[in-house]
């Protein structure tokens, strides 16, 4: 790659994880007097991207505003794919980097390829070799890997994926996950505000162990989604000495069964979503979580919480492998039986809470940046891989 006076960026968003993931970066690109960022937002989801973008105070160049009603995954290529075509024509970045496995980054990543932009890929590598597990975002981390000319692995682990799939070594870079960057953020804005009670609604922590919740997922939706509200029940039915937290995403699919199966059920406190500032005092709180969600798996266990995974497969093994978090499925009796062995089993538990988070050390943004200044000629050595200690 020649070498460039200064590097323009244009950083593509459309949901709440890619803004906590790509925040760390973004406050570092900014304060580079070489780096000339500019954030793009599909809005793929509006009102809980544009908590985010508030919580993490990111400015935006450009609002796609491309969400609408009863949007199914085509209405989103189509919009975001003429939409995006034309800014970065206009903005014409000498790199597009996008985060994870949305649909909004599959798209980044392919109209930057339409316009030979170099691509580069945050949390690259994730893997579960089911094409529909999970679904889409298997197949869209696949796609962006085919693209990408920067990998930003989060463990090694995912970049042996990579190279397993022929992606060259030296476009490979393990990172650590931005999340944790992220994470640590939070955690400290809440100490340093002192912000040691929070809105439980009517739960007492010394009364009630938290359990707190979150699931989503489109493979998750129908019937598995009305096993997991079945087994909450079932489980505030058998321990009078726990309480349950909900944050439900907002999409209908997900809204209206479970209000309809968990609504006015006593200890089960079911909430918008909130802000993450909120959500990471929560997550603080907690006994444990359950949850079908990617981002939540790396950053618990950093705060020695275990998270029970109600999926089926996990892209994330490293937790899994580590003994911090475990796959549940999605069926109500297993469900309920691997939460009561933790709240009945200390040593099971002690194991879990205490097992070394794998995802980061809070330096994965650093290193991005020092990776994105080498490909570039900023910089004369690569950064140094995160390595777990």
């Known amino acids: 790659m020649k070498k460039k006076k200064n590097i323009k960026v244009a950083l593509i968003l459309g949901t709440r994880p890619e803004v906590i993931k790509m925040a760390p970066i973004i406050e570092k690109l900014k304060r580079h007097p070489r780096i000339h960022p500019f954030v793009i937002i599909t ?3 509006r009102q809980m991207l544009d908590q985010m973008l508030e919580v993490f105070s990111i400015p935006v160049y450009c609002d796609l505003n491309i969400m609408k009603r009863h949007q199914n995954l085509s209405d989103i290529t189509i919009r975001a794919t003429q939409k995006l075509y034309q800014l970065i024509e ?3 970045p000498d790199i597009v980097m ?3 496995d949305t649909t909004t980054s599959f798209i980044g990543s392919l109209v930057a390829f339409y316009g030979r932009i170099p691509v580069a890929h945050i949390e690259a590598g994730l893997r579960t070799h089911d094409k529909y597990n999970p679904y889409p975002e298997e197949i869209n981390r696949k796609l962006i890997s085919a693209i990408s000319d920067l990998h930003f692995a989060p463990t090694t682990g995912s970049k042996n994926n990579l190279l397993k799939e022929g992606i060259p070594g030296n476009s490979i870079y393990v990172t650590g996950n931005t999340v944790i960057d992220a994470l640590l953020m939070i955690v400290g804005r809440i100490r340093n505000k002192n912000r040691t009670s929070i809105r439980l609604r009517g739960v007492d922590l010394k009364r009630h162990k938290l359990i707190l919740v979150t699931a989503h997922r489109r493979e998750n939706w129908g019937e598995p989604l009305r096993e997991i509200c079945a087994a909450l029940k079932k489980l505030v039915q058998l321990r009078s000495d726990i309480a349950i937290v909900y944050p439900v995403h907002l999409n209908p699919n997900v809204q209206i069964p479970v209000y309809k199966l968990l609504r006015n059920t006593e200890r ?3 909430l918008p979503p909130v802000d993450y500032e909120e959500f990471v005092a929560y997550l ?9 969600s990617g981002g939540i798996q790396e950053e618990a266990p950093s705060l020695g919480k275990p998270v029970l995974v109600l999926r089926k497969v996990t892209e994330r ?3 899994v492998q580590a003994g911090a978090a475990k796959v549940i499925g999605i069926e109500k009796k297993h469900i309920v039986s691997e939460v009561l062995k933790l709240l009945n089993n200390k040593r099971e538990y002690q194991r879990m809470a205490q097992a070394i988070n794998p995802y980061g050390d809070g330096k994965a943004a650093k290193r991005v940046v020092e990776a994105l200044l080498y490909y570039f000629g900023l910089r004369h050595r690569p950064p140094s891989e995160f390595t777990l200690r």
């Open 317 to 319: 093994p490293e937790a």
């Open 90 to 92: 206009k903005v014409d």
């Open 98 to 100: 996008v985060q994870g």
């Open 284 to 292: 603080n709180a907690c006994y444990l979580v359950l949850t079908d």
């Open 43 to 45: 809005a793929q989801h």
């Open 268 to 270: 089960i406190i079911l």
